[in-house]
């Protein structure tokens, strides 16, 4: 067997017995009879190794024409392969619970009110994701003819009224930092967010090669654009101070660079150690440098070049708050301690029905 140097075969001993089969990565086992070397087993070899690899995210339950056989192939379709950031693995979750339960049922016969229904099972975050998801995957069903009709044309949902993340307020900003010295990586991570206004995704990737004479160069993992920001002094104080032994500024305890996940879930282990609640994740530090940068009267033009936003309302919602909060400020500030009730002289001759009735 050694001296034939077979790819794919592994071999099995069971009872002074050896089993010889064919096993590649895609592709179901497969027995190899006879002896190694002999007719009949070269000629099963030969066969499997001629067959072509099932796509990734195959199932071996997937039938042709079912709602898991299109899955299986919108994987490997461009439209698929083109999502960025975090939206590739968000969307194959979706995908992959749909599977899971309805992966059995025939693909060309889905009705919209199927996934009607299956949107009012879910909560209002939930589904708009559902429907974004089941929309790009039945739009592409569509091109490649496997259906008629897009079960999800025309099916509308109304955007939950929500402020999305929590903004992180200067007392937990505060209380971040006093549970977490300079030097910390916990300290370098929230700086990071808080000087940087990137998302998580962006920040993870932050490193040495990345700052030059003191601006940082970054590609926007979500949206491409390419940002150069100048480095604030604080944060240029936290990364000197902070022990890093990686090109990457943020790694694991091993020296690695962070997923976006475990930075997830070593971030919320510092937010706990630091007595702050639920509501304090890390996309909250990028609205909290927002927030920062609207107070200190920058403009939405500046505020965009370092946030990288390509449209401008949502960073106006921040600017509007900082003018709001300055010229209730400044109108409280021109009375100062005087009293704003108008004199009695001042204010229109009053109706008196007596008077009117002796007139």
């Not at 179901?28 to 000629?43: C, H, K, Q, T, W």
């Not at 190794?49 to 299986?72: F, H, M, Y």
């Not at 400020?329 to 007596?354: C, D, H, T, W, Y």
Request: contains cysteine; positive net charge.
């Amino acid at each position: 067997m050694s001296k034939l140097h077979l790819r794919y075969v592994q071999t099995f001993c069971v009872g002074g017995q050896r089993f010889h089969y064919f096993r590649r990565a895609g592709m179901p086992r497969v027995r190899l009879p006879g002896l190694p070397g002999s007719s009949e087993f070269i000629a099963a070899y030969q066969q499997a190794l001629a067959a072509a690899p099932s796509p990734v995210g195959a199932d071996k339950r997937s039938k042709p024409g079912s709602i898991s056989a299109a899955i299986t192939e919108f994987y490997s379709s461009q439209s698929f392969r083109s999502l960025q950031g975090g939206s590739p693995a968000k969307r194959r979750t979706i995908l992959e619970r749909f599977r899971e339960q309805h992966g059995h049922l025939p693909l060309a016969s889905m009705p919209k009110e199927f996934v009607i229904a299956l949107l009012d099972t879910l909560p209002p975050h939930s589904a708009l994701n559902w429907l974004k998801t089941l929309r790009q995957f039945f739009r592409w069903c569509v091109t490649r003819k496997l259906v008629q009709n897009d079960p999800t044309f025309g099916v509308r949902l109304k955007a939950p009224k929500s402020d999305g993340h929590h903004t992180w307020t200067e007392d937990e900003i505060a209380a971040f930092e006093t549970r977490w010295p300079i030097g910390s990586k916990a300290r370098l991570a929230l700086a990071l967010g808080l000087y940087t206004a990137q998302r998580r995704g962006d920040v993870i990737r932050i490193g040495r090669q990345h700052i030059r004479d003191g601006v940082l160069s970054v590609r926007q993992e979500k949206t491409g654009a390419k940002l150069a920001i100048p480095i604030h002094p604080d944060l240029e104080a936290i990364i000197a101070a902070t022990p890093i032994g990686h090109l990457t500024l943020l790694t694991t305890v091993s020296g690695k660079s962070y997923g976006a996940n475990d930075f997830t879930y070593q971030f919320r282990t510092w937010c706990n150690a630091a007595g702050l609640p639920k509501r304090c994740v890390f996309h909250g530090l990028r609205k909290a440098a927002l927030t920062r940068l609207a107070a200190a009267g920058c403009t939405v033009h500046e505020i965009a070049a370092i946030s990288g936003h390509k449209t401008l309302s949502e960073v106006q919602r921040y600017t509007d708050a900082a003018d709001q909060a300055r010229l209730a400020q400044a109108a409280m500030g021109r009375i100062g301690n005087k009293s704003v009730k108008p004199e009695l002289g001042e204010v229109s001759n009053p109706f008196n029905p007596l008077e009117k009735k002796l007139g």
